[in-house]
């Protein structure tokens, strides 16, 4: 199976800072269509998981630009641009490559 | 709106079974992959299984193979999760979730049912 690590588990941030959540994964997640399959979701306290990046960098329409994916084969990250308090949650990966889809550890942005 | 709903969860002893439903509504369900996803008291994501559009590819994580079948209904807008030989480390919040984009299996859910309890225990 394809091992996703996050980095860090935790994340205390100060509000209007930048954020960013490393992730990489045990293969890579290229897959011969070109595509790569790595998504990117976040889960809000009492909530059902929300999809915020698709592919790898594609962005779910509705979802603030302040929000973005970028990485190839192995090595993913998401970054917030300026976070505000209604960012606060566990943010997870997942791929999607190859079955069974895997998901991080999840990584817990707090407001400082 | 579109919208998904389980239903179906509960307490059971080790050993029993439970077949969870998922009801869609406000999309054209026979189009899409869809998948279950289970979360663990306290715990993260796991990815469970998930089913083609129209049911001719199924895929499980290895714990669940052998005693979980995911099965779709088409006709009825409708998303199963038949599990057997139930053990306590089942016990989480099994979630429903719908592909984002038709025929596409790049497990990212759009929408996601607001989860139903399972629970496992003597």
């Known amino acids: 199976d394809v091992v996703m690590t996050q980095s860090p588990l935790s994340l205390p941030v100060t509000p209007g800072e930048p954020a960013s959540i490393s992730c990489r994964s045990s293969q890579s997640l290229l897959h011969s269509n070109g595509y790569t399959y790595l998504n990117w979701y976040l889960q809000k306290s009492g909530q059902s998981p929300q999809l915020l990046i698709y592919?790898?960098?594609d962005r779910v329409s509705g979802v603030p630009d302040k929000f973005s994916g970028s990485g190839s084969g192995t090595d993913f990250t998401l970054k917030i641009s300026r976070v505000e308090a209604e960012d606060v949650g566990v943010y997870y990966c997942?791929?999607?490559?190859?079955?069974?889809?895997?998901f991080g550890q999840g990584t817990k942005l707090e407001i400082k | 709106e579109v919208q998904l709903v389980e239903s179906g969860g509960g307490l059971v002893q080790p050993g029993g079974s439970l077949r969870l439903s998922c009801a869609a509504s406000g999309f054209s369900f026979s189009s899409y992959w869809m998948s279950w996803v289970r979360q663990a008291p306290g715990k993260g994501l796991e990815w469970v299984a998930n089913i083609k559009q129209d049911g001719s590819t199924k895929n499980y994580v290895d714990s669940a193979k052998g005693r979980f079948t995911i099965s779709r209904d088409n006709a009825k807008n409708s998303l199963y999760l038949q599990m057997n030989s139930l053990r306590v480390e089942d016990t989480a919040v099994y979630y429903c979730?719908?592909?984002?984009?038709?025929?596409?299996?790049?497990?990212?859910?759009?929408?996601w049912g607001q989860g139903t309890m399972v629970t496992v225990s003597s």
């Open positions: 997942m791929q999607a490559v190859q079955t069974p889809h895997t």
């Open positions: 979730g719908k592909d984002l984009a038709p025929d596409s299996n790049w497990g990212a859910l759009d929408i």
């Open positions: 592919l790898g960098s």
